[in-house]
């Protein structure tokens, strides 16, 4: 990755939902606009757990599995639309909180891409909290993406 890629990362939050899968393409797309390079965040919510510590150990060992699944997928994914291999970032806590800290501590990320789900259920937690109160704790600009907008849309943008 050039110099000038590593400092112009487009940062999408990696989940299973299908609004996912939108602002992955047009965190892709604006990317290759723009000379850049997408970002792929995973968080691994860490409940307070109460068992034994195998128990823990295991659970966490499973979680961290399934988790490295979905980013090289997701990764997997990105790389067919542009043939770049995304950075990775697999984090554990509470989302909101973890976001905002992987991108204080990476001044190579410009942007956050978040796709927001357009029917009565709402934005979803990500996009409500990061236009709302948690906006003050960002560095960087939020791009939120309609989740019902098609591949050839967002590909025809840019």
């Not at 939120?144 to 025809?156: C, F, N, R």
Request: with cysteine.
């Amino acid at each position: 990755m050039s110099e000038s890629n590593k400092r112009n990362v487009y940062l999408v939050v990696a989940d299973e939902s299908e609004e996912f899968a939108v602002a992955l393409r047009y965190a892709v797309r604006l990317a290759e606009a723009n000379n850049g390079h997408v970002g792929i965040l995973h968080v691994i919510k860490i409940e307070d757990f109460q068992h034994w510590g195998n128990v823990e150990n295991r659970m966490r060992q499973e979680m961290r599995e399934q988790a490295e699944k979905l980013l090289w997928s997701a990764a997997d994914k990105a790389c067919d639309l542009n043939g770049v291999v995304p950075s990775l970032y697999l984090e554990e806590g509470n989302a909101q909180d973890v976001l905002s800290d992987v991108i204080d501590k990476d001044e190579g990320i410009q942007m956050l891409i978040l796709a927001g789900i357009t029917g009565a259920a709402g934005p979803g937690p990500m996009v409500a909290h990061f236009s709302g109160k948690g906006l003050g704790k960002l560095k960087v600009p939020v791009v939120i993406v309609p989740s019902h907008l098609e591949p050839e849309k967002i590909d025809g943008m840019f």
